[in-house]
């Protein structure tokens, strides 16, 4: 089974408005970290927001946001007055906390790109 | 403050030879990974190493990839010998713990052709 699934291959918004990018993930471990990270066309890859299992609150990074269910298993990457400059592939990452060779690990979905239009 | 460094960013080479990538992980870092990004897969672990100690290596594709970190400031990939399946990307990442909020510093990647 995926672990992170993104199912949007591709969005697009206007920009000034708000997107929100999907993510499920599927683990059983009680202890994990959910990411995302940012990769722009250049294809480098910049981390944008980190959401921990335990966190009572939805993380937020200046206009980035997660939107986590933990009973859905989902943890959605909310952009709010989208930029020109946002226009990327968006990646979601899930680190177990587990025990052994699995402890660290990211597991990635596939990526949804972003496309901002004026 | 330096990223992580990788070298060479672009490799072009004829199938059947050897290719070294090269990464220097943040100074203080203790965990280094490796990935491979390609359209058919996406971003996929090869490899990582906690404390210069390869921990998990079970994306490594087959016998032909072979990675070092001979110490806490530099690492290798090695492909030997190259095919042209083997055309990727190639991250290297670092991190200063694998656990909690600790985010991957990824490198700027090395584009790889193999011909």
């Known amino acids: 089974a995926q672990k992170i699934t993104q199912t949007q291959p591709g969005m697009f918004v206007q920009e000034k408005e708000a997107v929100t990018l999907d993510c499920t993930y599927d683990t059983s471990d009680p202890s994990y970290g959910l990411f995302w990270y940012k990769q722009p066309s250049s294809g480098e890859m910049i981390f944008l927001i980190y959401q921990g299992s335990y966190d009572q609150q939805n993380a937020t990074e200046g206009r980035y946001s997660l939107n986590f269910q933990k009973a859905r298993k989902s943890a959605n990457l909310v952009i709010s007055a989208s930029q020109l400059g946002d226009s990327a592939m968006y990646f979601c990452a899930m680190r177990e906390g587990g025990r052994g060779s699995t402890l660290g690990r990211l597991y990635f979905g596939r990526g949804t790109q972003l496309t901002v239009w004026p | 403050d330096a990223g992580v460094i990788q070298s060479p960013r672009h490799e072009v080479t004829e199938m059947g030879q050897e290719v070294t990538l090269r990464c220097k992980p943040i100074?203080?870092?203790?965990?280094l990974f490796w990935y491979r990004q390609t359209m058919m897969r996406g971003l996929e672990l090869l490899i990582y190493f906690n404390n210069n100690v390869p921990i998990d290596d079970s994306g490594m594709p087959e016998d032909r990839f072979s990675a070092k970190m001979p110490n806490a400031s530099f690492s290798t990939l090695k492909i030997q010998p190259s095919e042209p399946r083997d055309s990727a990307v190639y991250f290297c990442a670092s991190s200063t713990r694998v656990q909690g909020a600790e985010e991957q510093y990824f490198g700027p990647g090395t584009r790889l052709t193999v011909t």
């Open positions: 100074s203080g870092h203790n965990s």
